[in-house]
Every structure is written in C-alpha cells, then in structure tokens.
C-alpha cells in the first residue's frame, strides 16, 4: 500500500521559514517524479513544484521560485520542500505527489498525500 504522509505546516508570521517533509512507504521513490501543491481555501488546487527522480531537476511556480526549495533523498525516500519568506498569500493546505511520469510539468500525479496546513500570519 503507498503511502505519502506530510508533515512541517504550522503557523508561522510573514518573512519566516518552514521545512515541509514527505515521507513515503510502498512504492520504488527513486523511480518518481515527486510534485508538491497547495491549495488555498476557495481556489483550486496549484502547482507548487517539482523535482526529477534523481533530483538533478527541479520546477517552481513562478510565486514561489526564489523563496522555496524542493529537494529529496532517495535513501530515505523522503520529499522536502524548504520555505523562506512566507507571504500571507502562501497560506494552503500542502500536498506531495508522485508520478512515473519523468516531466516535471503537469498535473497528472499518481499518488498524493493527505496534506498539511501551513497559514502564514501578516
């Protein structure tokens, strides 16, 4: 059974920093594209990033590119996702995803995980 477990979302005010994880079980994570969204009450879910099986490449949201980082290690199977400068607008529920697929674009994602609650205070 896969199994992508989210944690690290918290309160946090404007201009800090949170370090999201997802922790998977069940599946070969080497072998995934790895995605994070969010998605923010009343609007629909949105990429947020991704990152190859390798973690040689990655992809940002242009809202977030020069504040988040996505990164993994395969020997844990495990995401990352470092946030810097939150903004109020950042606040969402936060999902990892996997995909078999090797593009780093898209929405077609295979596995998700429940997701955490990162609200960013002004």
């Known amino acids: 059974q896969v199994q992508l477990v989210e944690s690290g979302g918290e309160l946090v005010q404007a201009g800090g920093s949170l370090r999201l994880a997802c922790a998977t079980s069940?599946?070969?994570?080497?072998?995934?594209?790895m995605g994070w969204f969010r998605q923010a009450p009343g609007k629909e879910r949105a990429f947020v990033s991704a990152?190859?099986?390798?973690?040689?490449?990655?992809n940002y949201a242009d809202s977030v590119k020069g504040r988040f980082t996505i990164s993994r290690d395969n020997g844990k199977n495990t995401l990352y996702l470092q946030m810097n400068s939150l903004k109020p607008e950042d606040t969402a529920v936060y999902y990892c995803?996997?995909?078999?697929?090797?593009?780093?674009?898209?929405?077609?994602?295979?596995?998700w995980g429940q997701g955490t609650q990162v609200t960013v205070s002004a």
């Open positions: 995803a996997a995909k078999t697929s090797s593009t780093l674009n898209g929405l077609q994602y295979k596995y």
């Open positions: 990152i190859s099986r390798a973690g040689g490449n990655t």
């Open positions: 069940g599946l070969s994570f080497s072998t995934y594209t």
